[in-house]
């Protein structure tokens, strides 16, 4: 006689079963959402790095308060005076194009473009990154060549190609401004206009462009409601099989080191060599440093030469372990992609979580009135 076991029976040992096999895998669903909502980093699972990455190496989270430099301390004042400069086209020699031209309050302090433009309508050869969350940063520009943000803020204003001013015109320009003079002396106690006190103004306002908590950091922080299954094995597998942590790591969502990513475009038509241009290195062609993360969502296109549309594209890219340069291998600035660059052999399904997770870094659509400029 056969023996038939009742409908509950059978679908308690089905759901049994799936729930097996997901922790054959890893983890459940419920145990990813309570160890990485449980608001205690000790608690989650152990990333996969691979040893380049292991120097230097801190987790994800939610930021820390933002810390000023002691050679220039914050003031509101100084915050004030460098929103002004920081939207004030008379810093450029067309007197058209302001510091916000390239960093658009409404485009996520990025300008939505492949790579900017400037003086005359001129094309750079660069995307233009967001400066949102930049008082995290330690180097500046795709290249490292600014080390600080004062440092960074001066580079745009001269370069022919973006503002076109030298900097001692800028000065001359900003000081025959008499409405400027007021701000000047509150913000550094005398009304002298120099160039050092313009540069330290901008890159103090700059450090001001922070991020409101995400869902990612109200999740990581406790609340275990923020985020859906499919971003919560997002952000496991970016931390794990995907092996995007090795990369974008720290509460920043990235090393702050420079990288090879098999897109140099050597010897062809977007031609880049990156770190090498400052360090003349030859190990560090096609190096760029690796952006932030945060608000990533808002921020296309992506790469330093703004090739990628969308999200998406870079994750294919990624999964199919980038490409291999193969052309003019015997020249000795042949580049060399990272070894961290693999095939990951992602379905589309994590790749789908995956890009639900990044859309969780992304906070709000940041508004910004552009100020008065004193006459």
Request: aromatic share 12%; with cysteine; glycine share 6%.
């Amino acid at each position: 006689m056969k023996y038939i076991l009742p409908l509950s029976a059978v679908l308690f040992v089905v759901y049994s079963f799936c729930d097996f096999k997901s922790t054959q895998k890893g983890y459940t669903n419920q145990e990813l959402r309570d160890l990485y909502g449980s608001g205690n980093q000790n608690l989650w699972p152990k990333p996969h790095l691979f040893d380049d990455a292991k120097e230097g190496f801190k987790d994800i989270g939610p930021l820390s308060a933002p810390e000023f430099p002691k050679n220039n301390p914050y003031s509101k004042e100084k915050e004030e005076l460098g929103k002004m400069l920081f939207f004030d086209p008379r810093l450029s020699k067309s007197g058209q194009i302001s510091c916000a031209n390239c960093h658009d309050p409404e485009l996520a302090w990025a300008d939505g473009r492949r790579v900017a433009y400037g003086h005359d309508r001129q094309l750079g050869t660069r995307n233009a990154p967001t400066i949102l969350n930049v008082v995290y940063a330690k180097e500046y520009f795709w290249d490292g060549r600014a080390t600080s943000l004062e440092e960074q803020a001066k580079a745009p204003i001269e370069n022919p190609l973006e503002m076109n001013f030298h900097s001692r015109l800028a000065v001359k320009t900003i000081a025959k401004i008499k409405g400027y003079k007021e701000y000047f002396q509150k913000a550094f106690g005398q009304d002298k206009i120099t160039e050092e006190n313009i540069t330290k103004a901008i890159a103090t306002f700059e450090r001001t462009i922070i991020s409101p908590k995400s869902k990612f950091d109200k999740f990581v922080s406790g609340e275990k409601s923020a985020l859906t299954d499919s971003e919560i094995n997002g952000l496991h597998l970016f931390r794990t099989k995907a092996n995007c942590i090795n990369c974008h790591n720290t509460a920043y969502f990235s090393d702050q080191k420079f990288h090879n990513l098999g897109l140099t475009y050597f010897g062809r038509e977007y031609e880049d060599l990156g770190l090498y241009n400052i360090s003349k290195k030859n190990e560090d062609v096609g190096k760029f440093k690796t952006p932030t993360l945060r608000e990533v969502s808002k921020t296309a296109p992506y790469m330093h030469n703004g090739l990628f549309p969308n999200i998406r594209g870079v994750l294919n890219m990624y999964n199919a372990g980038m490409p291999n340069e193969k052309r003019n291998r015997d020249s000795p600035l042949a580049p060399k992609k990272s070894p961290m660059l693999q095939k990951l052999n992602l379905t589309d399904s994590e790749l789908t979580d995956i890009e639900n997770f990044l859309n969780t870094l992304h906070s709000y659509q940041y508004k910004m009135r552009a100020p008065q400029l004193p006459k």
